[in-house]
């Protein structure tokens, strides 16, 4: 019981505190629903905008990871003995001869 009551009070500490300092968004002189869904409305942008950028991320680290992979099968390989695998070296071009 004591435990839920604790849970409450920190829920509307954590609430009140945050109206305080996102504070009166509309200029009206208090803090109301319309302050509340404006501040709203910009933090889901932000998050959205986040997520985004994250999902950006992920899918780098993705290509990264399945580069990795591969990577480490071509050195169990070299180390097995076998030839190396991928681009062969370019020929190599002879100097013009000079006359």
Known sequence: MLVTILIIAAIA???G???Y???DQDGDGDVD??????????EVREVKKRVKRVKEE???????IKEVAD???DIVDA???KSRKGRK?????SAPKKK
């Not at 992920?58 to 990264?64: E, N, P, Q, R, S």
């Not at 070296?89 to 071009?93: D, E, H, I, L, Q």
């Open 13 to 15: 500490t954590t609430v």
């Open 17 to 19: 505190f945050i109206l």
């Open 21 to 23: 300092k996102k504070g």
């Open 33 to 42: 629903l319309k302050d509340i869904k404006s501040s709203a409305k910009k």
């Open 58 to 64: 992920l899918k780098d680290v993705g290509d990264a």
């Open 71 to 73: 990577q480490a099968g």
């Open 79 to 81: 180390a097995k003995g």
């Open 89 to 93: 070296p370019a020929a190599k071009k």
